[in-house]
């Protein structure tokens, strides 16, 4: 029994270019980067020989390949994922491949899918999700607060206003080139977006994402595990996805941003969400938020999904505010 439809993916991956030989994937089992209910992402080396030629030319030109062989990320199943989950990563496989590279996104860089398990091989951000990276430093830069002076030598490092900015022009940037393309993500969320050497922002995760055809700019899902509290209204009320939900989402992840990792509508009952929100009401301005950027968050929150601007616009006026602050 399906619980998406699929209409733009198939349901088996053809074997192809992307496919490597398993034994030329090396996986650190003891380097656990991600866990979730059905798969887990390890550290990982693929000699760059084996990556395929496709992959080596592109990732060269946006040079976030720089040596010979280099860490990369591995995703696989567990042995207890039934084949509704197996299905549900195969998709995902399939998506990766019809994306194509942006230096925005979590490239794909390889696969094993002729035999299982399943492997899907990605780039390695190697400052990890963007969720935990923000809370690190928030913990940090509060200790830092009370110890004045004492305790600087700590690992981690404070996280600046412009930073901020810098972390939603390139999300901002990412999303422009997915849903130029056609693609909804689904599930954009500090959680999903990884934070590389460069402490660069790449969005990850593309489990949920889907290719809207021309005809009808919309996806609707037919429920499941989804993230409601990141969700635009009309997600919430009929599962309609489209580009403008996502829209809706990246406002939510700039309040995650804002607040270097605070949980949205903390005292907002799971039942009264969708009502307050049709009803006109949003998170407050948080505290260190710029009035500037409070408006493009709001913005992203308007009810009407046509009326939510575009993310070119969104980058757009993030560049705008970067300049203004310096
Ligand atoms: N966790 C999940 N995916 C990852 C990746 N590509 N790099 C680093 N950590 C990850």
């Known amino acids: 029994q399906k619980r998406f439809s699929r209409s733009n993916t198939n349901a088996v991956v053809r074997t192809d270019e992307w496919e490597v030989k398993r034994q030329f994937v090396g996986i650190d089992y003891s380097r656990q980067l991600g866990r979730g209910a059905f798969g887990s992402v390890y550290l990982g080396r693929v000699f760059s020989g084996n990556i395929p030629e496709m992959a080596v030319k592109t990732l060269l ?63 390695y951000c190697s400052n990890g999700d963007l969720l935990k990276f923000m809370r690190e430093r928030r913990m940090f830069m509060l200790k830092l607060k009370d110890t004045v002076g004492h305790d600087i030598a700590g690992r981690h490092s404070v996280i600046t206003q412009k930073q901020q900015l810098m972390f939603g022009i390139q999300i901002a940037y990412g999303m422009e080139y997915l849903s130029q393309r056609g693609f909804v993500h689904r599930d954009l969320a500090a959680r999903n977006i990884l934070v590389d050497a460069n402490e660069t922002c790449k969005i990850g995760d593309f489990g949920l994402c889907r290719q809207i055809s021309g005809e009808s700019e919309q996806y609707i899902s037919r429920g499941g595990r989804l993230p409601w509290k990141w969700m635009a209204p009309e997600a919430l009320e009929r599962f309609y996805f489209s580009v403008e939900s996502d829209v809706w989402s990246f406002g939510v992840l700039l309040f995650e941003i804002i607040t270097l990792g605070g949980n949205p509508y903390p005292e907002w009952p799971a039942v009264e969400l969708l009502h307050r929100l049709k009803t006109g009401e949003r998170m407050p301005r948080p505290e260190g938020c710029s009035n500037g950027f409070y408006e493009i968050m709001l913005d992203c929150w308007r009810c009407v999904p ?11 006026k993030l560049a705008h505010e970067l300049e203004e602050s310096s």
């Open 306 to 316: 046509m009326q939510r601007p575009s993310f070119e616009k969104i980058r757009r």
């Open 61 to 123: 030109q946006l040079n976030t390949l720089k040596k010979e062989d280099d860490f990369v990320a591995v995703k696989t199943l567990h042995e207890t994922a039934d084949r509704q989950a197996a299905s549900e990563f195969l998709d995902e496989i399939n998506i990766m491949k019809k994306i194509g590279f942006h230096e925005r996104l979590v490239n794909l860089l390889a696969c094993v899918t002729e035999t299982e398990p399943l492997l899907l091989v990605v780039e």
